[in-house]
């Protein structure tokens, strides 16, 4: 199947995401996935130079936008969905099961009434396998929990964008002990991506890379069904969930998780400012697990 999409990807350096810009060039119609806000943790200061990037390449390219699709809550970034959506446009999406996220972490961060556990704050919550259009082209929705359980995958036109699912094939493979995450769930979950065709381009959202390499976020379902350090052919699920039980056990919460979750499930806007003014983040103590060594 000829491929008509185009792709461009965009490197946040600092947080090591990758955000893309999938567009079909006979209506000119995009979708943005991931986006970041920056956000320097000393200084509580959010700025929007990562977003600014993918404002000027849509407007070099004339791209309208029809989306701004979010794989999951992202606990390593903050979402830059709704500053996206103020200047270009588009409809924020995400997972259906980010309410069960949002029911997590309204009591974790103890939020106030009028934040509504109910996928509200998105423009649309997929199920799994929804179809829907990107200009002229189809794409498809897959649920893939196990890093959370609202990660959603985007099969489009021979490519498929897995968020926190995989990385790249010598990095491996995402955690699974954040609120609601399941090593066996995102086992099955992985092995659903990799069974399709095995010239699928697929692409991460994140990489954290060796230092015998430059950052990287496109790959194959062949080649990590072949060399994926922790899922390629051949790991048993069993073997699969007793390394990431494991592995999972060593690391610390990512600097980011608790300014960014409460930004991201509520689509990407910053909680509501208080009477003076000012808008503050929450960051709950002795609740979350210390750092592990």
Known sequence: MSQRANTQAFFDPSTGTITYV???PATRRSAVIDPVLDYEFKSGRTSTAAADQVLAYLKEHRLGVDWILETHAHADHLSAAHYLKERAGGRIAIGENIRLVQTT???IYNLDRGFLPDGSQFDQLFRDGERFMI???EATAMLVPGHTPADM???VDGS???G???FMPDVGTARADFPGGDARQLYRSIRRLLDLPPETAIYVCHDYPPASR???WQTTVAEQRAHNIHVRDGISEDDFVSMRRKRDATLGMPTLILP???VNIRGGALPPAEDNGVAYLRIPLNVLPAHKH
């Open 153 to 155: 995958a985007y099969l």
């Open 214 to 216: 430059n950052a990287a």
């Open 22 to 24: 999938l567009w079909d």
């Open 260 to 262: 960014s979750i409460q």
């Open 135 to 137: 200009g002229g082209i």
């Open 160 to 162: 498929v964008f897995v």
């Open 105 to 107: 972490f309204k009591k």
């Open 164 to 166: 926190d699912t995989l």
